[in-house]
């Protein structure tokens, strides 16, 4: 059950504590897109997000988005938040993971993934050792594969409750 348990677990993205982050010796931040930054269905990013990756980006933070959805999609999340995508990613395996150390030279202690899956956000950064954060989906809905995923994903919910791992909604640091 460990692997699936994240480090830090917000209701969003905007309740994460970025600066506690930085004090950690985090430098790069990966973002899952689907439901974590946008919903699912939506391809207009808000400006809100839009605000906080500015923030982020005079904090000095790499931001990188990392989703296993496609091509076309990332690159409209490109042009709209100005950030480096990788698309296809197939989290939750580590080679992206990898990649991205490997490209911009970071150690696992200066990443962490932030993303609203424990099946691939979560499992794939644990998997490699960075830190992960864990955020509510932002809507109910999901696309196909994920709607298989949150099937187990409610299934591994239920057992680390019952180990007293994780809660739905009980949010912590
Ligand atoms: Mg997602």
Redesign the pocket.
Known sequence: MEKYRPDIYRKNIYQIHYEDLQKEGIKCLLF?????IIP?NKKQVSNELKDLFHQLKELKFKLIVM?NSSKKRLLKIKEQLKVPIIYRAMKPFKMNFKRVMAQYKYEENQMAII???LL??IKGGNKVGITTILVD?LIAKDGLF?RINRHRERKIFEKMGIHGLLFKGRYYE
């Open positions: 899952d897109l689907d439901n974590t699912y989703s993303g609203d899956q691939t956000d989906p994920t």
